[in-house]
């Protein structure tokens, strides 16, 4: 029988050490079955504004994963599972009998999972292999961009929303701001109009001085995020891409067609 590798990943899903490392594996044992769990992130102030567009950000960000994994020729199925990453693994094993597990979690430093023992204590638990893999997005990445505009309803933060307080957008961020226990409101850095800056000193200057705080990430390269507007999604299913980026129109409709919401 096929062996079965169960995936356990949240915003390190799609990052470069993780999709090279499942494709290891699956070179080593012909026909092995991947499927991945994604344990969906508990609303936190100021980052999430309701638990609907986190499982749909949770579902598009397997869906994605899943294609990038399609074009390696690995086939793999994927669900969202419970906020506490434990219990979503349990849940998992106990829904698909994994010969070996991979859990992906930021570095020691960032990592939630790890000061919540999760590694141990799933081993411990299960006897099933496990095997962790830290994935360093500050370093590498990830392979697409999204940003989410969710729906609104509270008018919360109408700094960030200016005259249109229905809707909000959401991006998960990796660098230095990652993991933020508070509100950030993140300014574009160029002018409406005007073509993404590369580089630090590409910024308006009057930009810059607006800003609270200006980080210098180094030159930028590739297409900024593609932002899609999901806030009618659970009325009527809708949704509408606002801005194509990293991510094409083609790759974004076919994971939401993946999940009924072409």
């Not at 697409?144 to 509270?154: I, Q």
């Not at 919360?156 to 307080?165: F, I, K, N, S, W």
Request: a negative charge; charged letters at 25%; one cysteine or more.
């Amino acid at each position: 029988m096929a062996k079965t590798i169960l995936v356990v990943a949240n915003e390190t899903l799609g990052g470069a050490a993780l999709l090279a490392r499942i494709k290891e594996k699956v070179a080593a044992e012909e026909g092995a079955r991947v499927v991945v769990c994604v344990p969906r992130t508990n609303p936190r102030q100021g980052n999430i504004i309701y638990d609907e567009a986190v499982f749909d950000a949770a579902q598009v960000r397997i869906d994605l994963a899943r294609k990038i994994m399609r074009e390696e020729g690995i086939e793999a199925i994927g669900e969202v599972g419970d906020p506490d990453p434990y219990t979503a693994t349990m849940d998992a094993i106990a829904e698909y009998r994994p010969d070996e597990i991979v859990i992906s979690t930021y570095p020691a430093a960032s990592s939630g999972w790890l000061r919540r023992d999760l590694i141990e204590r799933i081993a411990e638990a299960t006897q099933i292999p496990v095997e962790h893999l830290v994935v360093d997005l500050d370093q590498e990445g990830l392979p697409f961009g999204v940003t989410l505009v969710v729906a609104n309803p509270g008018h919360r933060y109408p700094l960030a929303c200016r005259e249109d307080r229905e809707r909000l957008g959401v991006r998960l961020l990796a660098g230095p701001l990652a993991g933020a226990m508070c509100p950030i409101f993140q300014t574009s850095a160029n002018l409406s109009g005007e073509p993404p800056p590369q580089r630090f000193g590409a910024v308006p200057e009057a930009i810059v001085a607006a800003a609270d705080l200006a980080i210098d990430g180094g030159e930028l390269t590739g297409l900024p995020s593609t932002v899609v507007d999901i806030a009618a999604i659970e009325a009527d299913g809708g949704w509408e891409v606002l801005r194509e980026g990293a991510l094409s129109a083609g790759d974004l409709g076919a994971a939401m067609a993946s999940v009924g919401l072409g």
